[in-house]
């Protein structure tokens, strides 16, 4: 009968260790950097490259990076890389008038601000 | 034209770039570029910081923001007031205790230096007031506020100013500067304001005055806003900022604070 008891007890016990447990890792992950923190957060290498060569390169940006360019959502970025994947980098800037959706004017508006490296 | 490390953005969060849900998205990719470039971008808001707060994250903005009419700078990163002297603290907190008991009709707000906001007492005016500026505040006994206290701002009704002025007038204690808007009287630290902030900036970055574009609204001294490098007044800035700005916001979300801020990052590297 004792045997049994002290059973219960260690199996109660358990029950509210594991639920305390639950919480605390329900606690944490609330006070984790949103997504959108973390898919904005400048990444430190990124950021060096940019402040050393002080454009961004067509031909090495990722999505995040090629977004903070005038008139580029995550759409047209996304286009980007797929161009590139495709027929790989680009060789002067005006070769990004091919991407559907990237005409003169865009190009234009990245004077001073892009490369292709 | 020298490098971005050596310029300062201040920009109106409010008047240049309209309510955080309202951002453009354009804003705020120029922003983020510039910052990466290694410009300094700093925020300044007509709200509490707690306002503003995840509009700073959607634009990873890193660097403090200018708050509370652009008198202090508030780091999100220590949870703290950075730099400028608080109130003598003794002595407020003698002279918010004599005002309260003096005056049972009126209300007081007391600014620490984490940014919250206490009420010893509430009445209406602080109540719609802090609703305004979006504020949270916190209830508390006024000997149990911690110090250091770096604005108190006492609400009564505008016809008892002139003798709470007097009551003051009669207390030998002056050690602090007293401002009065329409529905309250604020005491502040001797020498707080925009250009001690922004002098402080200047020399803590080794930023030329010059190399600062001032993007907003908000009224700086005379001298301050001559030396600034330049002025883009927004829609509603005050008479001084439109007369020495260059340049005006036609409206908010125009697509103005990129567009400049783009340029600004073309400029440099021309």
């Known amino acids: 009968m004792k045997e049994r008891q002290k059973i219960g007890f260690q199996a109660r016990a358990a029950v509210l260790l594991l639920g305390f447990a639950a919480a605390v890792l329900a606690g944490a992950l609330l006070f984790l950097p949103s997504v959108y923190q973390r898919d904005f957060a400048p990444l430190p290498a990124v950021q060096e490259e940019l402040e050393q060569s002080g454009k961004i390169d ?56 892009a490369c292709v490296g | 034209m020298t490098d971005l490390h050596h310029q300062l953005v201040i920009c109106s969060a409010e008047s240049c770039l309209g309510s955080p849900a ?39 903005l890193q660097l403090p923001v200018l708050c509370w009419e652009g008198n202090w700078l508030y780091s999100f990163a220590t949870g703290q007031i950075c730099g400028g002297e608080p109130l003598p603290g003794r002595e407020m907190r003698a002279l918010a205790r004599d005002l309260l008991e003096a005056f049972p009709s009126a209300s007081m707000t007391i600014l620490t230096r984490d940014g919250r906001v206490y009420l010893p007492r509430i009445n209406r005016l602080a109540h719609a007031q802090l609703k305004k500026e979006g504020c949270l505040y916190i209830l508390s006994e006024l000997d149990a506020i911690p110090a250091p206290w770096y604005r ?84 509603d800035a005050s008479d001084p900022v439109r007369q020495r700005a260059e ?6 979300h125009s697509g103005c ?3 400049c801020l783009y340029n600004m990052c073309k400029e440099t590297k021309a």
């Open chain 2, 22 to 60: 309202r951002w453009l998205s354009s804003d705020l990719a120029a922003i983020k570029l510039y910052q990466m470039l290694g410009g300094h971008l700093i925020l300044a808001s007509d709200g509490a910081p707690s306002s503003i707060r995840q509009l700073y994250r959607q634009a990873g």
């Open chain 2, 257 to 259: 604070v990129g567009e």
């Open chain 1, 58 to 113: 067509l031909n090495q940006a990722d999505l995040e990076t090629l977004c903070l360019l005038p008139g580029i959502g995550e759409v047209k970025a996304q286009r980007i890389l797929e161009y590139r994947q495709a027929h790989g980098p680009f060789s002067s800037l005006e070769e990004v008038d091919q991407v559907e959706g990237i005409g003169p004017k865009t190009i234009e508006s990245w004077d001073g601000l």
């Open chain 2, 247 to 252: 340049s005006r916001l036609p409206f908010l």
């Open chain 2, 152 to 235: 108190i701002t006492f609400f009564a009704d505008p016809s008892l100013f002139e003798k709470i002025q007097k009551y003051l007038a009669e207390k030998d204690f002056q050690n602090y500067q007293l401002c009065q808007k329409e529905l309250w009287l604020q005491f502040l630290p001797r020498g707080v304001g925009p250009e001690q902030v922004l002098g402080s900036l200047w020399h803590d970055w080794n930023i030329q005055p010059e190399n600062t574009l001032w993007l907003g609204c908000r009224a700086l001294g005379r001298g301050t806003l001559e030396q600034l490098g330049r002025v883009v007044a927004a829609y």
